[in-house]
């Protein structure tokens, strides 16, 4: 067991809540149009994290719940979050060992896979549901999440270990 593990392991539920409650707050803040495909996805980020670091907390189940939350927020297709969100969790879960042996450069190329998935099944939704291509700009907003997933995780390791002590 890491460090990190063991840090995590004492994290509070109230702490996991808090945090996707700011994440969600923040991703149902309406921006421009423009500005919005360069905005990290924030709950799907702290989704990811916390289904990385416990699992037992956040799983696929929350991933549909936080999705649903989103789709409402957005007014967006019922269900495209969601899906979008469950996928990547879903690979998360799947190479979770493997991750937490990663460096915060390879956790980030994996976050960016799997924010990718999900940017390709929100596009791929939307595209069914209204017949129209919603543009490229939305697959940089996966470039950007991935670039700021060192300081996320070490932003909530500074959160976790100042509420252990």
């Not at 808090?18 to 309406?30: E, K, V």
């Not at 500005?35 to 991933?63: F, K, V």
């Not at 495209?80 to 493997?98: K, P, S």
Request: hydrophobic residues 55%; glycine residues 6%.
């Amino acid at each position: 067991m890491t460090e990190v593990d063991s840090l995590h392991r004492h994290t509070r539920k109230r702490l996991i809540i808090l945090s996707l409650m700011a994440a969600l707050f923040f991703d149902l803040i309406p921006f421009p149009q423009p500005l919005a495909g360069w905005l990290p996805a924030s709950t799907a980020m702290m989704t990811l994290y916390w289904s990385l670091h416990r699992p037992q907390n956040i799983d696929i189940g929350m991933a549909f719940v936080l999705g649903l939350i989103m789709d409402v927020g957005l007014g967006t297709p019922f269900g495209q979050h969601a899906l979008g969100i469950m996928a990547a969790v879903y690979l998360v879960e799947h190479n979770r060992h493997q991750m937490l042996g990663y460096s915060y450069g390879y956790q980030a190329l994996t976050i960016l896979g799997c924010l990718m998935l999900m940017t390709l099944v929100l596009v791929i939704v939307h595209f069914f549901a209204t017949h129209q291509f919603t543009g490229w700009n939305l697959f940089v907003s996966p470039f950007i999440s991935a670039l700021l997933w060192p300081f996320l995780s070490k932003f909530m390791l500074y959160l976790a270990y100042s509420r252990r002590l």
